[in-house]
């Protein structure tokens, strides 16, 4: 796929990215675009680039804009997927993206981390969710080994880097309601928890 590491352009594509280096930081503004870049070649690795639903720039806010519910503007009155399509809407609405549209992008946030639900809600918010987890060493078999490294090579990614699950966890600890039962954020502040009172509770030796 020629040039796949040039990023779209526009002001949509602009303020997506400006509204997430100016809310998270560069570790997961780094892992966002990384997450883009993936979706775009799981798109071509499906045939899907000629797709009628195949939209680059709302795949652009969409994967860039996932992990706002992070930052600072969240409240952490809800969890972290709602509360970054919730962000990422205002900004789409800013920019006079149509409804459709704008509920389109809140979906693919608000389920990217819901696996075993994403990937059937239609094309946007399946990429947007592989793209996720591809950045993880998922779906490593949709595209050669050299062009995933290409995407590290541009947008590196700290060894043992905990940027992510350490702003979940930091979440999920806000409110209850921040980490209902069965969320990924509940999940990750049990793990956490958990580790905090063995290593407490843990004899010095």
Same mark, same amino acid.
């Given at each position: 796929?020629?040039?796949?590491?040039? #990023?779209?352009?526009?002001?949509?594509?602009?303020?997506?990215?400006?509204?997430?280096?100016?809310?998270?930081?560069?570790?997961?503004?780094?892992?966002?675009?990384?997450?883009?870049?993936?979706?775009?070649? #799981?798109?071509?690795?499906?045939?899907?680039?000629?797709?009628?639903?195949?939209?680059?720039? #709302?795949?652009?806010?969409?994967?860039?804009?996932?992990?706002?519910?992070?930052?600072?503007?969240?409240?952490?009155?809800?969890?972290?997927?709602?509360?970054?399509?919730?962000?990422?809407?205002?900004?789409?609405?800013?920019?006079?993206?149509?409804?459709?549209?704008?509920?389109?992008?809140?979906?693919?946030?608000? #389920?990217?981390?819901?696996?075993?639900?994403?990937?059937?809600?239609?094309?946007?918010?399946?990429?947007?969710?592989?793209?996720?987890?591809?950045?993880?060493?998922?779906?490593?078999?949709?595209?050669?080994?050299?062009?995933?490294?290409?995407?590290?090579?541009?947008?590196?990614?700290?060894?043992?880097?905990?940027?992510?699950?350490?702003?979940?966890?930091?979440?999920?600890?806000?409110?209850?309601?921040?980490?209902?039962?069965?969320?990924?954020?509940?999940?990750?502040?049990?793990?956490?928890?958990?580790?905090?009172?063995?290593?407490?509770?843990?004899?010095?030796?």
């Amino acid at each position: 796929m020629k040039d796949f590491l040039v #990023l779209p352009r526009g002001k949509l594509a602009d303020a997506s990215l400006e509204t997430a280096r100016s809310s998270v930081n560069r570790a997961i503004v780094d892992h966002s675009i990384r997450s883009f870049l993936f979706a775009r070649l #799981l798109a071509d690795h499906e045939g899907a680039l000629d797709d009628a639903d195949y939209d680059e720039d #709302l795949l652009f806010a969409a994967a860039v804009m996932h992990d706002l519910g992070l930052g600072e503007r969240a409240t952490g009155e809800s969890r972290f997927e709602v509360e970054g399509a919730d962000l990422a809407a205002a900004v789409l609405r800013r920019h006079g993206v149509a409804e459709r549209d704008v509920d389109r992008v809140w979906e693919a946030i608000a #389920l990217h981390a819901s696996v075993g639900i994403a990937h059937r809600r239609g094309l946007l918010t399946s990429l947007t969710h592989k793209g996720v987890f591809a950045d993880t060493g998922r779906f490593t078999d949709a595209f050669p080994d050299r062009l995933r490294q290409e995407v590290f090579d541009a947008y590196p990614k700290p060894p043992g880097d905990r940027s992510i699950v350490n702003a979940i966890v930091a979440h999920a600890a806000r409110s209850e309601a921040a980490a209902p039962p069965g969320s990924l954020g509940f999940e990750l502040l049990r793990q956490y928890r958990e580790a905090e009172r063995a290593r407490v509770g843990r004899p010095e030796g």
